[in-house]
């Protein structure tokens, strides 16, 4: 079940890795899905960045 209107996403992850990450997760005071969203949020912001820098020095280039 998903909140928010949000989809469901499927990723394979061994069982005993994914009741190490629960723990591991508690003790930030996080639950994993959000652990996994602000993992994501900041790898897609980094990317969005570099690509930004991409365009830029592209468009330097270009003029």
Request: with cysteine.
């Amino acid at each position: 079940m998903t909140t928010k209107g949000t989809p469901g996403r499927m990723v394979r992850i061994e069982d005993d890795v994914w009741a190490d990450y629960e723990k591991a997760c508690k003790e930030k005071g996080l639950a994993r899905a959000a652990d996994i969203r602000m993992y994501v949020v900041r790898e897609v912001n980094a990317w969005r960045r570099r690509q930004r820098d991409v365009n830029a020095a592209k468009n330097i280039a270009e003029s």
